[in-house]
């Protein structure tokens, strides 16, 4: 880790063991830590998680006894995590999971957790959701409600749905509610670009677009094809491994067990979507070389190269040189639902598609193929 993360990590294992002795009557203490794509967050989570899992374990450290979860709101990562903990001593299955089962039943037992840690927290929900069996209106304010001490990374870009998306003053008002702290993590760790590409790619989710740049290093390539961009990526992970194609979701795509396609070329390329597995990662498993990814089966992992389709919601207006996004294309519907509260409706639906796009984007270590 870079000595900015371990600097982080120390300063909330710090705060974890001064504020472990607070008494149920009191009001948990929020650690907010923001950082975009790629700056590391869930690297420094797992890695405090394992070290106060280990101190639980410790009968001279303040935390000896304590009861930690770390909850994360995305099946894939779920897995990821489950299959660390395996390799781990100190880590186990039971301690990780989504944020509703958690909740719901410590609800039901009458428990409280000590520290609770919460990766991909901008996936928590923001209002109530009958499809996912969660009835509260904040899953943050329920998770406060059940620890002592809440571990929270976030990043407001990458928003994926409207029942996810956060007043400023709502987030406000949580911290208001807590003893609190922020911290921002700020250097780019996963993509080994320069300073240009990294600004180029910023541009996109403001709706910019700027001349490509060059960089030796990191392989930036635009096609006009999908079957030579989907070879093209074949090939690097031939070379070097890990490489995916990824998709914005504006193809239908239904979790019926059915086989779905990008279709592009005019009709004469075609790629199945992503067919989830219950027990590996998507891109875990080398036949998905064959396939697209979603938003779904790919935030928060790594790629060496990622080759990401544009859809039909994302279009380009040369007079004015910027995207035009078409949000009636978008066949994410589950992202759509849940517009009470939300005062514009239109530009929040933009919002989403720009982020989910913008997550896409950073997902390659040494190229990016579009």
């Known amino acids: 880790m870079s000595v900015g993360q371990l600097e982080l990590k120390e300063k909330v294992i710090e705060i974890c063991e001064q504020n472990i002795s607070r008494s149920e009557e009191d009001k948990s203490f929020l650690f907010l830590i923001q950082g975009e794509a790629g700056t590391g967050k869930s690297v420094v989570l797992s890695s405090i998680f394992n070290t106060i899992q280990e101190l639980s374990t410790d009968i001279s450290s303040p935390l000896c006894g304590s009861e930690h979860y770390l909850v994360v709101n995305h099946d894939e990562m779920l897995k990821t995590y489950k299959s660390i903990a395996s390799k781990l001593k100190f880590l186990k299955a039971k301690n990780f999971d989504r944020p509703t089962p958690l909740i719901n039943r410590l609800k039901k037992s009458g428990e409280k957790a000590d520290i609770i840690l919460v990766d991909e927290g901008h996936l928590l929900l923001t209002r109530p959701d009958t499809y996912n069996n969660f009835s509260d209106n904040n ?95 074949i090939e690097k992970n031939n070379d070097y491994g890990l490489s995916r194609v990824v998709s914005t979701f504006d193809y239908l795509h239904k979790k019926d067990g059915g086989i779905y396609y990008i279709t592009e070329d005019n009709g004469n390329y075609k790629i199945p979507w ?91 270590i040494e190229g990016l193929y579009i």
């Open 139 to 233: 899953q943050l304010e329920e998770l406060m409600k059940l620890a002592k001490i809440v571990v929270v990374v976030y990043d407001e870009s990458q928003v994926l749905k409207l029942k996810s998306f956060w007043k400023e003053a709502t987030l406000e008002t949580l911290m208001q509610q807590s003893d609190y702290e922020k911290y921002e993590l700020k250097n780019q760790f996963r993509m080994r670009a320069n300073e240009e590409v990294i600004e180029w790619i910023d541009h996109f989710k403001n709706k910019k677009i700027s001349p490509i740049p060059n960089d030796k290093e990191y392989e930036l390539k635009i096609f006009d094809s999908l079957q030579t961009m989907h070879e093209a990526i």
């Open 274 to 364: 992503n067919i989830t597995d219950g027990k590996y990662t998507w891109a875990e498993k080398d036949s998905t070389i064959k396939e697209a990814g979603s938003i779904y089966t790919i935030q928060g992992f790594d790629l060496n190269y990622v080759g990401v389709i544009l859809g039909p919601s994302i279009t380009y207006d040369k007079q004015s040189e910027c995207l035009v996004i078409k949000t009636e294309n978008y066949k994410d519907v589950g992202a759509f639902a849940g517009i009470e509260g939300i005062e514009n409706v239109k530009q929040a639906k933009e919002k989403i598609i720009l982020n989910s796009m913008n997550v896409l984007m950073e997902r390659g």
